[in-house]
């Protein structure tokens, strides 16, 4: 089995900055790449940031120059720093990877439960 455990939510007022965490575990052999993503009320879960194993980046158009992801590969862990946040990033907050289990071929994705992020104007 492989867990996904995100930390770092909450409530921030308009302009201020959150730290998420997502730690993985379990029966992992490697990972490809891990990522965050985010579903406000109402609305589809969309991509706010991933990394790849060799470093390489991507992010919504919505976070650049705001959203900072970084990951920490001896730990498994992926972070996603956040400043100047709005009330429009507003949403819960997944955490995402795509890894190479020990026990099964192929690649396999996993979630995690989920943190709360909300954003007061």
């Known amino acids: 089995q492989v867990q996904l455990v995100e930390s770092g939510g909450g409530l921030v007022q308009a302009g201020g900055s959150l730290r998420l965490s997502c730690a993985a575990s379990g029966s992992i052999s490697s990972i490809i790449h891990m990522g965050w993503y985010r579903q406000a009320p109402g609305k589809q879960r969309d991509l706010v940031a991933a990394i790849i194993s060799g470093g390489s980046t991507n992010y919504a158009d919505s976070v650049k120059g705001r959203f900072t992801i970084s990951r920490d590969n001896a730990k498994n862990t992926v972070y996603l720093q956040m400043n100047s946040l709005k009330p429009e990033d507003t949403a819960v907050y997944y955490c995402?990877?795509?890894?190479?289990?020990?026990?099964?071929?192929?690649?396999?994705?996993?979630w995690g439960q989920g943190t709360q992020v909300i954003v007061s104007s």
């Open positions: 995402n990877a795509v890894l190479l289990n020990l026990y099964y071929s192929g690649s396999s994705q996993y």
